[in-house]
């Protein structure tokens, strides 16, 4: 009954914006209270579990590590060694945790993207990117003042080594580059991306029931757009890993160039 319901659902409306804008699950309080959602319950799932799988994982350190303290100390030593060293260096070891912990929150909120009956990023809403860029963005301004003081950090960020009278030409890019494109690309970037995921699954797997609920004679054509939505699941994955990736590179990216020396 449920099954048929949604087939008709899907027929009579097809997906658009209004699908990420979800109920409160509360079972008490005003239907529309947006504040716990479903998506809000499954970042509290994300941040449970990344926390109770490192605890568990550590809880008894051994020398010939166990299955579940060799994944996590992998997943620790690909950040640190691959991108926290690789990008800032040797000082990017003390960045590794934090890089760690951007790495996992962004792949496992994204993971869900592609969850049977799950399967909504939380990320697909632009106010999680944007919390995470705006926190990046503060801690790569934040060591940048803190080594170079606060002055010498804007000359570093705002004046590139050029003849003088390109400056006043030059300083605006460089402002309107380091301070307020890298949060904005950051955020939009990831954001577009679970969101453009997301969609092109709903429209593949829900025109699929539309088409034959509309027609039976297009009955191959549906299955047609169900096998292009599993193969679209398998390319999400391939960019759930990426963007999570390019997130946390980028990030340390720009820590390594607020501490550079030079310009």
């Known amino acids: 009954m449920v099954i048929a319901q949604s087939v008709v659902l899907a027929a009579e409306f097809p997906p658009s914006v ?4 979800l109920p409160s699950i509360l079972p008490w309080g005003v239907h529309d209270n947006y504040w716990f959602t479903k998506i809000t319950f ?35 030593g690909f950040v640190r060694n691959n991108i926290a060293v690789d990008m800032i260096g040797p000082q990017g070891v003390r960045f590794a945790p934090y ?10 909120n994204n993971f869900f993207g592609i969850v049977p009956f799950v399967q909504l990023s939380p990320n697909s809403h632009i106010a999680f990117p ?3 860029a705006v926190i990046s963005y503060v801690m790569f301004i934040y060591v940048g003042v803190r080594k170079h003081g606060f002055f010498k950090y804007l000359k570093h960020a705002l004046i ?8 006043p030409l030059l300083i605006p ?8 494109v890298r949060p904005f690309s950051l955020a939009v970037r990831l954001f577009a991306n679970m969101f453009a995921g997301h969609i092109l699954l709903l429209v593949f797997t829900l025109g ?18 169900w096998v292009l939505s599993v193969a679209l699941t398998f390319l999400e994955f391939l960019v759930i890993c990426l963007q999570a990736y390019v997130f946390t590179v980028l990030t340390a990216s720009y820590v390594q160039g607020a501490l550079a020396d030079e310009h």
């Open 42 to 76: 499954l970042v509290w799932v994300a941040v449970a579990a990344i926390i109770i799988f490192f605890l568990v994982a550590y809880r008894k350190p051994e020398l010939v590590p166990t299955k579940k303290q060799w994944i996590a100390e992998s997943i620790y």
């Open 173 to 180: 890019i460089e402002f309107f580059s380091n301070f307020l």
């Open 18 to 21: 209004e699908d990420f804008y």
């Open 130 to 132: 944007a919390i995470l």
């Open 160 to 167: 590139p080594p050029a003849p003088v009278f390109i400056l």
């Open 99 to 108: 890089l760690t912990t951007l790495f996992m929150f962004i792949l496992l």
């Open 208 to 225: 699929g029931f539309a088409m034959i609920s509309a027609n039976p004679l297009l009955a191959p054509v549906s299955v047609l757009s």
